[in-house]
């Protein structure tokens, strides 16, 4: 997907002012699984918004994770880099999350993302108050969290700052090591040969 930065970013002009999250906010701190010391970590950068981010998910993801993730021969880090506000808060919630349902919770919300962000007539937000829920965020967390301006900005600064060392052009976005993957279609045989040459 294209970036849309300029329609995130114009929509958060007062946040510039606003007091940053704290660094030590563990809302901010990786998220990764598989093997925190194999030889390949991947890094993943996505928006809960983007449709190919989706497909992703849903048609090579579910073998990257069984032949590589769980095996523990890498190591997958998760990158938010929302393309718009939905997006953004969808980020948000997913790390006010332990951190050890932040995954299922993007796995969830990208697998099912032509029904909470995409369908006609719903209201996006109101969907993902709902999905918070089943995730265990209560009414009051979840406003909470919507109204944590300085979190929100903490999300956008992490973005701006990979955005600016990366170069990324859309979403997904990868990179094996340090070495970008480049081409169109990702397949799972095209992964597990970046893979192997990251491994060397």
Same mark, same amino acid.
């Given at each position: 997907?294209?970036?849309?930065?300029?329609?995130?970013?114009?929509?958060?002009?007062?946040?510039?002012?606003?007091?940053?999250?704290?660094?030590?906010?563990?809302?901010?701190?990786?998220?990764? !699984?598989?093997?925190?010391?194999?030889? %390949?970590?991947?890094?993943?950068?996505?928006?809960?918004?983007?449709?190919?981010?989706?497909?992703?998910?849903?048609?090579?993801?579910?073998?990257?994770?069984?032949?590589?993730?769980?095996?523990?021969?890498?190591? /997958? %880090?998760?990158?938010?880099?929302?393309?718009?506000?939905?997006?953004?808060?969808?980020?948000?919630?997913?790390?006010?999350?332990?951190?050890?349902?932040?995954?299922?919770? %993007?796995?969830?919300?990208?697998?099912?993302?032509?029904?909470?962000?995409?369908?006609?007539?719903?209201?996006?937000?109101?969907?993902?108050?709902?999905?918070?829920?089943?995730?265990?965020?209560?009414?009051?967390?979840?406003?909470?969290?919507?109204?944590?301006?300085?979190?929100?900005?903490? !999300?956008?600064?992490?973005?701006?700052?990979?955005?600016?060392? /990366?170069?990324?052009?859309?979403?997904?976005?990868?990179?094996?090591?340090?070495?970008?993957?480049?081409?169109?279609?990702?397949?799972?045989?095209?992964?597990?040969?970046?893979?192997?040459?990251?491994?060397?």
């Amino acid at each position: 997907m294209s970036l849309r930065r300029r329609s995130l970013l114009a929509a958060l002009p007062a946040l510039a002012l606003m007091p940053r999250a704290r660094a030590e906010d563990a809302r901010l701190t990786p998220r990764m !699984i598989g093997n925190p010391n194999a030889k %390949v970590k991947v890094g993943e950068w996505f928006s809960l918004t983007c449709t190919h981010c989706a497909h992703f998910q849903m048609t090579v993801f579910p073998e990257v994770k069984q032949k590589l993730i769980d095996t523990g021969k890498i190591c /997958y %880090v998760y990158h938010d880099f929302p393309l718009d506000q939905v997006a953004l808060l969808a980020a948000m919630l997913a790390r006010s999350l332990p951190i050890d349902r932040y995954e299922p919770f %993007v796995e969830s919300l990208l697998s099912s993302q032509d029904r909470w962000a995409f369908a006609r007539d719903i209201d996006p937000k109101q969907q993902l108050q709902r999905m918070a829920a089943l995730a265990g965020l209560s009414a009051e967390q979840f406003q909470k969290i919507d109204q944590d301006d300085a979190f929100r900005q903490a !999300i956008v600064n992490m973005q701006d700052a990979d955005q600016a060392k /990366y170069n990324i052009g859309g979403t997904p976005y990868f990179r094996f090591n340090e070495t970008p993957y480049t081409e169109e279609l990702l397949t799972y045989d095209a992964f597990a040969k970046q893979v192997e040459k990251a491994a060397g």
